[in-house]
């Protein structure tokens, strides 16, 4: 049987998302907001296929914020599009998942590889709490001139500082400084720059 964990809450589980706290993934808004950007995602990669001059708009009607001169090479994954925000000049490769239940900040002048994972998303470790569908999430941000290589993995409530480079296949699970080259599983900073 499932617990009331929100009994004496009178929030909507839309508005505990959005607040960082635990919500459970069946608020009506959000679904709504998850297939606009659904719709906007598809418009985007078949603008792009079709007329790439003119394909920049959906990306823009897709996402919180798009710098001058960044760009997203399709296919692309998010929840939302509206939590993501996304710095000047900034180019990221094709097959980007920006799972962005929370915040996700990308800065200026960054490059992201193929195949990268920036995941908000929170679930329980205690079993009952995540039987019962809670889960929550903690923003992602990454500084000015970041490179991610192909196939980086970015876990919740990171932050990666300006100018470092994430070595591919990477899976960054706590702060990574400016100024560093951190690879591996954790990443680790194995030199700086």
Known sequence: MTHDHFADDPRTNRERMLAGDLYIADDPESDRIAHRALVLKHEYEMATIRDPQNARPFLEELVGSLGEHAYIKPPLSVDYGENLHIGA????????????????????????????QLLTPTHPIEPQPRRDKLEAALPITIGDNVWLGGGVIVCPGVSIGENSVIGAGSVVTRDIPANVVAVGNPARVVREI
Do not use: H, K, M, Y
């Open 89 to 116: 000049r900034t180019f990221i490769n094709s097959n980007l998942t920006a799972l962005d239940v929370a915040r996700i900040t990308i800065g200026e002048d960054c490059q992201i590889g193929p195949n990268v």
